[in-house]
């Protein structure tokens, strides 16, 4: 069975500090697919990424940046220079069989001004 | 914009009563999905739906039902409201962009079991 983990439950920083959330995934599937939201406190859940199990490049989106290592099944999101608007609830989430998307726990990180 | 609108936003319902909540699309998407929301779980799937009439249980689908009669509505029911189904509901649809196909979320439904 698929399971995501998301160890941090919550995290706290001083704006400008850069942040690594944690993502542990397992499954069984040698094609898979790996993806982050972004639940803001107004409520919507926000697409940030997705990423396949073929392709373990690491992406770079402006101050966001995505590490992806198959051999210790971890999806690592890093924000640099954390600002206040990036304070939100981060959910990683693996896509299973028959398109289902299995969700981590979430980790809410508060960046203080 | 994915096009997805969740009705009611927010409901406050009593033990016992049936409620149906309603998830529009407007781009003829094909898979659907129903999920809960609930503070130490993330998002759990309860239904999901591949076409109109074709639809399949998630892993919390125990006292829920869904009906997809048309592509661009997908209705979730609660037979039976429980204070246990207090939580944040979210449609969402698979959308193909850049090669790949995601999964995009309304703005979600607030139930609240008294």
């Known amino acids: 069975a698929q399971k995501v983990t998301q160890a941090q439950t919550e995290i706290s920083v001083v704006e400008k500090e850069d942040v690594t959330l944690d993502c542990v995934y397992e499954t069984r599937d040698t094609t898979y697919y790996l993806f982050w939201y972004k639940q803001p406190p107004s409520g919507e859940l926000v697409f940030l990424i997705r990423r396949n199990s073929f392709d373990e490049q690491n992406e770079i989106s402006g101050r966001y940046s995505w590490n992806f290592q198959k051999s210790t099944s971890s999806f690592n999101f890093t924000i640099t220079a954390s600002q206040v608007v990036d304070s939100a609830v981060y959910f990683c989430?693996?896509?299973?069989?028959?398109?289902?998307?299995?969700f981590g726990e979430g980790t809410q990180l508060t960046v203080n001004p | 914009d994915a096009g997805i609108t969740q009705s009611p936003r927010h409901k406050v319902t009593e033990t016992g009563t049936p409620v149906t909540l309603r998830c529009h699309q407007t781009?003829?998407?094909?898979?659907m999905y129903w999920y809960r929301q609930d503070p130490g779980h993330g998002l759990r799937l309860i239904h999901y739906?591949?076409?109109?009439?074709?639809?399949d249980k998630g892993e919390v689908s125990d006292g829920y039902s869904v009906s997809r009669s048309k592509t661009e509505d997908f209705l979730l029911t609660l037979e039976s409201a429980t204070s246990s189904q207090t939580s944040v509901y979210f449609c969402?649809?698979?959308?193909?962009?850049?090669?790949?196909?995601?999964?995009?979320f309304g703005p979600g439904t607030r139930l609240l079991v008294l």
């Open positions: 781009e003829n998407h094909r898979y």
């Open positions: 739906s591949y076409g109109v009439k074709d639809t």
């Open positions: 989430a693996q896509e299973t069989s028959g398109s289902r998307l299995t």
């Open positions: 969402a649809i698979r959308q193909p962009g850049q090669g790949v196909e995601t999964q995009y």
